[in-house]
């Protein structure tokens, strides 16, 4: 009998790259499973899943409301901004009211760092630009602003932006919690055995990465743009997005995903009221 094909999506990046590399990298018992391993940037991850190309993806939060009916968030293995998250970032001083109407680049409309903002500001003229060009077009006054996601929240001071603000420290002194990112989907029209299995090896491969730092950041580091050949701020950086809120949402996580879903209903910005659904192991 064939193997079962389980198709892994994330974005090359170096968080998602420790969380992944026991699993995809042969360390875990993948008996009878064919991983195959597929990096592509956020915003084209959410827009596959709505065909839902890949039996696991890395999704946004803001896509997720879209994609539920489709997807299950995996119980471990989400990004969340604790006190930290994506930065609006400007070339000189910006204040919120100063920013209304303004042009604002976005990494994708369906990520969370779009829907953050928009709840922090909610009239401005989003500009949609791949993650990895927002610090320059910012810098080069095409927009007059930019939501810096991924190791640009380490950067941006080396181009000479300023944070206008980190929305993970808006989000946490209004709510208390902890900002909500990004999780994991498993396509719900898997086996559910084989769905509880995928968790299970999904946290095992998180575990192996906490567990074997070094090693796991030896191999993650290679998708630390801008950091490659800065292992202490690399370091930094894997341990913002994978810790103790990656290992399992707990009651704390669950509770913010559900609120960052209904006040972006609330506040227009989503379509329809979403209830998130997670598999336990």
Known sequence: ???????????????????????????????GLRIEHELQDIETLNQAAFQGTYEITALSFHAYAYLADRYALMPSGASFGDGYGPVVV??????????????????????????????WQPQFDAVLTPFDRILDVVEQGEVDAGVV???????????????????????????GLPLPLGGNGIRKDLDPALQRRLCRLLTESIQYGLDHRAEALGYAIRYARGLEDDLERSDR???????EWTRGYGEAGRQAVQLLLDRGHQAGVLDRRVRATFLDE
């Open 90 to 119: 400007a070339r000189g001083e910006a204040t919120r009211d100063g920013l209304r109407g303004k042009r604002i680049a976005i990494p994708g409309r369906l990520t969370t760092a779009h829907l953050a903002t928009r709840l």
């Open 1 to 31: 009998m064939s193997d079962t094909l389980i198709r892994i999506a994330h974005s090359p990046d170096s968080d998602d790259a420790f969380m992944f590399y026991a699993l995809t990298q042969g360390l875990l018992d993948t008996a």
């Open 237 to 243: 950086f894997v341990g913002m997005y994978v810790n």
């Open 149 to 175: 996601i991924h190791e640009g929240q380490l950067t941006y001071q080396e181009q000479g932006l300023t944070a206008v603000v980190d929305l993970g420290k808006w989000w946490q002194s209004d709510t």
